[in-house]
């Protein structure tokens, strides 16, 4: 019903502005045109509006700096974090520059060179100098922006792992929550398959497969400072993205097939807490939730979805606690293997 009431009124929308259209071309033909002749008048009100709006443009651009400056992410917690940031900050000083360039020019000269009564705009039909200049800045910019992209990628994507073998640890997606199995001290994954699923087996783990016998399931990620950790991701129904923003990382987890991420933690969660952008972003959240009545909220590192997979997809996050090796060490002992449910 709804929708047939909101399909009336866009018909009659359209009719009354064809009406208006009509009368607007009927007045024009009584006037002989005149009234679209543009005036001095309108001119100067039509240059001075652009010029106020690029104005208050630039002005909201540098009020949302300030604003919102400090909600950025707090220092990378992983190895090669360091290098996506450098990428991301040098592309993005590139874009602003460009940005706060041009943008000024563009709304003054519109200002500047509005019709005036009496001027005439200077035919100008090329120069190849000019041309040549705003082909090849641009070009080159783009090009090592470009390789450099590639090359940061190809580093994010193909860890060496010459001198230290990757921890392999699975991260199961499903609406709507994660769980990690690790591969235990074999460091290799049980074979698994969604076919497999049974009352608690529900990561469907055969547990006929030697490999499983050591591993362990868990709500919250553990991870040792300085280690490499292979993630492979699963998904039981649909695409959903494992998301650690702190440790620049993401990837698809992608129903039937596995998906790979590997990474080094670098900053344990006790470092992070005591990091003095980290504690002042504590305190102004723990500011606005003690106003509202909420408990205080302590800096963890987390493991988010990034793809919206349906109603409780904001809810989809797992803990991950960076710890020392030993502590890892003692947390590992505490766990209880799945051949042993
Ligand atoms: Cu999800």
């Not at 929308?13 to 208006?20: G, M, N, S, T």
């Not at 009020?63 to 450098?86: N, R």
């Not at 090592?144 to 640890?169: A, F, H, R």
Request: net charge negative; proline share 4%.
């Amino acid at each position: 019903m709804t929708g047939l009431l909101i399909a009336v009124v866009a018909v009659l929308a359209i009719l009354v502005v064809l009406q208006v259209m009509k009368v607007t071309g009927l007045s024009s033909d009584l006037q002989d045109g005149k009234d679209n002749e543009v005036s001095t008048k309108d001119n100067n009100t039509q240059g001075t509006l652009l010029l106020l709006f690029g104005i208050a443009f630039m002005v909201s651009f540098v009020w949302m700096i300030v604003a919102w400056g400090d909600v950025i992410l707090p220092k990378p917690a992983s190895e090669h974090g360091v290098q996506y940031d450098s990428l991301m900050w040098i592309s993005m000083g590139l874009i602003i520059l460009v940005f706060v360039l041009v943008n000024p020019v563009l709304f003054y000269f519109a200002f500047k060179y509005r019709g005036l009564k009496g001027t005439k705009a200077t035919y100008y039909e090329h120069n190849n100098k000019l041309e040549l200049i705003w082909t090849s800045v641009p070009a080159v910019v783009l090009a090592v922006l470009i390789i450099y992209g590639l090359t940061t990628w190809s580093n994010v994507m193909n860890p060496d792992n010459t001198d230290q073998e990757p921890m392999v640890v699975e991260l199961y997606a499903q609406q709507f929550n994660w769980t990690a199995r690790y591969s235990g001290e074999d460091n290799t994954l049980g074979y698994a398959n969604v076919a497999l699923i049974e009352g608690a087996n529900f990561l469907g783990v055969d547990m006929n497969d030697d490999n499983a016998k050591d591993d362990f399931i868990v709500k919250e990620l553990y991870l040792p400072k300085g280690k490499p950790v292979k993630f492979k991701f699963r998904s039981q129904d649909i695409i959903h993205s494992a998301y650690m923003p702190h440790f620049r990382a993401q990837m698809n987890c992608v129903p039937g097939m596995v998906t790979e991420f590997q990474f080094t933690p670098t900053i344990t969660t006790d470092e992070m807490r005591a990091d003095k952008y980290v504690m002042k972003q504590v305190t102004n959240v723990n500011d606005i939730r003690i106003e509202e009545g909420n408990d205080p909220w302590e800096f963890d590192y987390v493991l988010l979805c990034n793809k919206i997979c349906g109603a409780a997809h904001y809810n989809m996050q797992m803990p991950i606690k960076v710890v020392e090796q030993a502590e890892y060490d003692k947390w590992v002992a505490e766990q209880q293997l799945l051949a042993q449910n």
